[in-house]
């Protein structure tokens, strides 16, 4: 974990809700696809907990939805602005155990965090497939960039408003040989039933400090008592305590 200060390149909305921001500073504590970063706003005691897009030396993407009073800040910030962050924080997916054929499912704002995954599994030379759900056409977004890295992209969309018309279970290709997902717990619990491989899967709970001091996002395992912050934000699929 490092601390410091980022200049604010870009902070765009590709949704209603949705927005993307561009960070100029220091990379060096990222160490793998799906870790996440704290933010410090002015006027707000806790730090926003948001989720890595992607990174290069000098920069890194977030995208975020717009839910509350700390994110709707952020909307209002502009270029040339500059933001405290806690990086490198979380333990990020492990592409070692991915197989030939790895699976990458996303659901709404569970989508950010793959991107940076199925760019690392391309580079290593997988054939991956990749399922990003949504509930409607107007809430789509990145899936043409997912796309250009050179993926095999599907959408589903609940309406049917754009690609298969369901969920992203609905759309889940025969041959694989690992599952990593990042969304709503229903969403990967519907996964977790629907496949029969392992995987690894990105929870999300409300973080007080964002590594591991204050246990306020502890979760139950079969392994014991983790913390989504500091043992996670990844679980592989067989330490899940679910009742499904």
């Known amino acids: 974990m490092r601390q410091g200060i980022y200049e604010i390149v870009a902070n765009d909305a590709l949704t209603r809700d949705v927005y993307r921001m561009v960070l100029k500073g220091d990379t060096s504590a990222f160490s793998a696809p799906g870790q996440f970063v704290e933010i410090a ?18 920069s890194v993407t977030l995208i975020y939805k717009k839910v509350g009073q700390g994110t709707s800040a952020m909307t209002a910030l502009r270029p040339g602005g500059r933001l405290d962050l806690l990086t490198g924080l979380g333990n990020g997916f492990d592409t070692s155990k991915a197989g030939d054929a790895p699976l990458v499912v996303g659901g709404g704002v569970g ?4 991107y940076n995954l199925v760019r690392k599994l391309l580079a290593e030379g997988r054939k991956v497939s990749v399922v990003l759900g949504f509930n409607r056409a107007e809430e789509i977004f990145y899936t043409d960039e997912f796309a250009a890295l050179g993926a095999d992209v599907t959408v589903t969309t609940v309406d049917g408003s754009v690609g298969v018309k369901g969920f992203v279970t609905d759309a889940l290709p025969s041959g694989l040989s690992y599952v990593f997902a990042c969304g709503p717990i229903p969403m990967l619990k519907a996964l977790y039933r629907a496949t029969s491989v392992s995987g690894q899967y990105s929870l999300e709970e409300r973080m007080g400090c964002g590594f591991g001091a204050c246990m306020g996002c502890s979760i139950m395992t079969k392994a014991g008592s983790r913390r989504v912050c500091k043992d996670g934000p990844i679980f592989e699929k067989e330490i899940l305590e679910w009742q499904i």
Do not use: A, N, Q
């Open 41 to 58: 706003l002015e006027g707000f005691f806790l730090r926003r907990p948001i989720s890595v897009c992607d990174y290069d030396g000098t």
């Open 111 to 114: 989508v950010p965090p793959l």
